[in-house]
C-alpha cells in the first residue's frame, strides 16, 4: 500500500497546443510550538508572516532555506531542521540555515512576496546568544518516526529523568551527551548522533562538543553535571 498520496493541481497539456509548465512558486512552512509539540503549518509565502518568536523553512524549489527567527523556541529549531533533513533525502536539493540578522538572512525575502491586504511591519530583533541554561530532551520512536520532548531545563535537569526505553540529549551548554538508554530501539540506538546533531544545528551551535553515553556510564554525566 501507499504510505502517503500528494494531489496536486497541473496543467493538461492539449494534443494540438503545447503548454509551458508554470514555475513552482516558492513554500513558506511555519513551525510553532504549542505546549510540549511543535506543529508546521504550509503558509502562502507572504514577508508578513515571518516573525522573530518562530522558524521558518522556504522551499524555493531548487534549495531549502531554515530561517531562525531571534526569538524561537530550541524545539522549534530541531523540529525544523529534522523536517529539513528529510526534504533533503526526498529531493536531493541543499539547504541553508540562517539565523536572524545573520549575513544572508535578507537575501531570502525575494522568495517571498508582499501581501497587497496588508501593510503589517515586521518586527526585528536582535541576533541571539548561547543561553547558559542545561536542557534535557526525551528521544522516542514510534512506528518508525521520532518524537522529541523537551522533559526538563535548568536546576531540574536531573539522571533521575533518564529513561532506560528511550535516548536524551543532556544539553549541559558546554558539552552535549546522548545517552543511550539498555532498552532503546535499534534505531535509536543507531541514530541518537544524527537527533543531536539536528539538535545542535537546529538551534545555531553545531561545533559544541558531544559524546555518546550507554547506559551504565552516568557516572561521567554525574561529574559533568556537578561541574
Not at 527567527?69 to 529534522?82: L, Q, T, V
Not at 530583533?125 to 543561553?131: C, G, I, Y
Amino acid at each position: 500500500y501507499f504510505q502517503s498520496i500528494t494531489i496536486r493541481k497541473v496543467c493538461a497539456k492539449s494534443f494540438f497546443i503545447h503548454v509551458e509548465e508554470a514555475k513552482a512558486e516558492p513554500k513558506l512552512f511555519h513551525f510553532s510550538r504549542d505546549g510540549k509539540t511543535v506543529k508546521v503549518y504550509e503558509k502562502t509565502p507572504y514577508k508578513e508572516y515571518l516573525s522573530s518568536d518562530d522558524v521558518f523553512i522556504i522551499d524555493s524549489g531548487d534549495h531549502l532555506y531554515q530561517c531562525n527567527g531571534a526569538k524561537c523556541d530550541k524545539m522549534e529549531k530541531f523540529s525544523a531542521a529534522a523536517y529539513l533533513q528529510d526534504l533533503e533525502a526526498k529531493r536531493k536539493v541543499k539547504s541553508t540555515i540562517l539565523d536572524e540578522q545573520s549575513d544572508g538572512f535578507d537575501s531570502i525575502m525575494k522568495y517571498l512576496k508582499e501581501n497587497e491586504t496588508s501593510s503589517k511591519p515586521k518586527k526585528v530583533s536582535a541576533k541571539p546568544v548561547r543561553e547558559s541554561v542545561r536542557r534535557m530532551l526525551e528521544i522516542s520512536e514510534k512506528d518508525g518516526e521520532c518524537s522529541i520532548e523537551d522533559i526538563a531545563e535548568g536546576e531540574s535537569v536531573s539522571l533521575g529523568l533518564l529513561n532506560p526505553e528511550h535516548c536524551c540529549i543532556v544539553d549541559l551548554v558546554k558539552h552535549v551527551f546522548v545517552w543511550v538508554g539498555g532498552r532503546s530501539s535499534p534505531s535509536e540506538k543507531q541514530n541518537g548522533m544524527a537527533y543531536d546533531h539536528n539538535y545542535l544545528k537546529g538551534i545555531g551551535y553545531p561545533d559544541v562538543p558531544v559524546s555518546v553515553l550507554k547506559q551504565g556510564m552516568d557516572h561521567l554525566l554525574i561529574d559533568s553535571l556537578q561541574q
